[in-house]
Nanobody, 115 residues
């Protein structure tokens, strides 16, 4: 079993920045991919950004150029740096990790961007 602990959500004004972190309870060397999804009220959960075991990153078109996903293997952690935040980024952000034996989700952290 793997636990994913998220941190860094909160309230920020449009144009501001937040940094989300997700710490896994075991080494992320054995994972296939890890990243973040988000779900806004009344909408489906959508991929925000993901990083593969090889270090490749993929981003949703809506966040390209504004968000950066990075991985710290020594701390079993991924970070999502979110800049130039927009009200449309308001959502619950969920950490997501796929290990060789299966997928795991974090409990979610709220990000609210005021206009």
């Amino acid at each position: 079993q793997v636990q994913l602990v998220e941190s860094g959500g909160g309230l920020v004004q449009a144009g501001g920045s937040l940094r989300l972190s997700c710490a896994a309870s075991r080494s992320i060397f054995s994972l296939n991919k890890m990243g973040w999804y988000r779900q806004a009220p009344g909408k489906q959960r959508e991929l925000v950004a993901v990083i593969t075991s090889g270090g490749d990153t993929n981003y949703a078109d809506s966040v390209k150029g504004r968000f950066t996903l990075s991985r710290d293997n020594a701390k079993n952690t991924v970070h999502l740096q979110m800049n130039s935040l927009e009200p449309e980024d308001t959502a619950v952000y969920y950490c997501y990790a796929v290990f060789r034996w299966g997928p795991y989700w974090g409990q979610g952290t709220q990000v609210t961007v005021s206009s």
